[in-house]
């Protein structure tokens, strides 16, 4: 089996090249999944016997949560790539990662705490999810914090990736503590979704929804990753002619 | 021979650490002990982060009342946040001397394992300020209010739970290295992979206050010690021959 593949990703021309050829194929069935998504949600999905049409917002809230521990996870090993095989492009996808991944983790607050007002009769409950997407929250912003505080990207690039795979060593564990921390405070949270279990009709948009919005991330990512391969090679003689072509 | 002189002569230097053929374990104790000697020649500096956790429980009486079966409630709280920052704010001082000086990059060509040597440094830095703060903790919560029986379980929980913090600790620090002005930066890095420590030692605490036993806590908080014991040095090296490139 030939690896040439492989070690044609590593070159920035052609990370460039593919990545633009690359985004509608993931763009266009991202918006056309989330419109499915979204219009099986929230018109033919029956309202929830408890919570009503308020449940609805569980069609941003989930998949928002999922993504935000996606793109850590994704960050992480495009960092420990970067770091072990000095990959520049693997250096660049972490980089393009953590601003979507913090993104994401933003919109899971938010409507985590939309969600919170009629359930729970409060924007913000100290419920272990809610707490540990807000310290996922840090994680990101630390780590774009380190990049931004090196002038010089390689060194930015390095000191982030062992900060990324720092940080996804210590989730599980912040995660467990935040529920244990929880339970010894307050009562189980009202909300147990999925444990009865959700009828067809509620759960294929949800299912629908995941998978947009992964697109979506991808899509997201090779726009991304295109502007910082742009960035970090403005200099090389290939920018040039691929900007004047 | 000046004064001077003579204190530098009596400390043992990076070139003799890696002249001499030494062990790694011997070159790890001279590491430890320069840094001791370094320290208790500075005392000044050492007096520091005890004089800070011992403002930051006086902050609690007079914001919140001085009213002592209040000030037991918020107890554990108050002393795990001063004993927190108090830690921070003692790590800015763990490389930044001996980045200044040349002393890492000496450690780095060594032939000794960075890695052992950078744990030594971190033990010495625990027996510095961990080890101080865990026997000033006593007092800090008697004049919160809490028993004296609660005075072992707060030793323990405070000695354990800032081995933890110093190695997460050592983390952040090497990664900021290469930053200027990176006070900020380092709170942002540490506090969130921090925070299992926290609610760990907060709830020690607590129940070494309500007089119930504080076994369960104390195993998690040793169980994060011990896996960074084994994991934080190698991050740490990670992150210190990044800032020497």
Redesign the interface.
């Given at each position: 089996m030939t690896w040439t593949w492989f070690h044609r990703l590593a070159s920035p021309p052609h990370i460039y090249g593919l990545a633009g050829r690359l985004t509608p194929w993931f763009a266009w069935p991202a918006a056309l999944l989330v419109i499915a998504g979204l219009w099986g949600g929230l018109v033919l999905a029956p309202p929830d016997y408890q919570q009503g049409d308020g449940f609805r917002i569980i069609y941003v809230h989930a998949p928002s949560a999922w993504m935000s521990l996606m793109v850590y996870t994704t960050m992480a090993v495009a960092a420990a790539v970067g770091l072990i095989w000095r990959m520049k492009v693997a250096h660049a996808v972490a980089a393009s990662c953590a601003p979507i991944g913090a993104s994401f983790t933003v919109a899971a607050l938010v409507t985590g705490s939309l969600w919170g007002q009629p359930m729970w009769g409060t924007y913000w409950q100290w419920d272990p999810r809610l707490t540990s997407e807000l310290i996922l929250l840090f994680l990101y912003l630390g780590y774009m914090g380190l990049r931004a505080g090196f002038d010089d990207v390689q060194r930015a690039d390095r000191a982030s990736a062992v900060l990324a795979i720092v940080g996804v060593v210590n989730v599980p564990i912040i995660h467990y503590s935040v529920t244990w921390w929880n339970s010894l405070h307050q009562a189980p949270s009202v909300m147990q979704l999925g444990k009865p279990k959700m009828p067809l009709s509620m759960l294929t948009p949800l299912l629908i929804m995941l998978l947009g919005f992964t697109l979506l991330f991808v899509a997201l990512l090779l726009v991304r990753l295109r502007a910082e391969v742009l960035n970090r090679e403005r200099a090389a003689n290939w920018i040039r002619e691929a900007v004047s072509a | 021979m000046r004064p001077a002189d003579q204190v530098l002569a009596s400390v043992p230097t990076a070139t003799a650490l890696g002249a001499a053929p030494v062990s790694g374990a011997a070159a790890a104790r001279l590491a430890l002990l320069r840094d001791l000697k370094l320290a208790f020649r500075k005392r000044g500096q050492l007096v520091q982060p005890l004089a800070f956790f011992a403002l930051v429980t006086l902050i609690f009486p007079l914001s919140i009342s001085p009213e002592l079966a209040r000030l037991r409630e918020v107890a554990p709280g108050a002393l795990w946040a001063g004993a927190l920052l108090a830690s921070l704010l003692a790590l800015e001082f763990l490389f930044r001397d001996d980045a200044y000086d040349g002393t890492l990059e000496q450690y780095a060509l060594s032939g000794q394992s960075l890695t052992a040597l950078l744990f030594a440094k971190t033990v010495a830095h625990w027996l510095l300020t961990g080890l101080p703060l865990a026997l000033m903790a006593p007092f800090a919560a008697l004049s919160l209010g809490a028993p004296g029986t609660a005075v072992p379980g707060i030793v323990a929980s405070i000695a354990v739970g800032s081995v933890a913090l110093s190695l997460i600790g050592s983390?952040g620090a090497a990664?900021?290295l290469?930053?200027?002005r990176?006070g900020a930066?380092l709170a942002?890095?540490t506090?969130?992979?921090s925070?299992?420590v926290l609610?760990?030692g907060a709830?020690a605490t607590e129940l070494a206050i309500s007089g119930a036993s504080i076994v369960a806590p104390l195993e998690?908080l040793a169980a994060?010690a011990v896996?960074g014991v084994t994991?934080a040095p190698l991050?740490a090296a990670?992150?210190v021959r990044?800032?020497l490139?």
């Open positions: - | 983390i990664l900021t290469g930053v200027k990176s930066l942002l890095l506090l969130p992979l925070l299992p609610i760990f709830r998690l994060i896996l994991l991050a990670a992150a990044i800032s490139e």
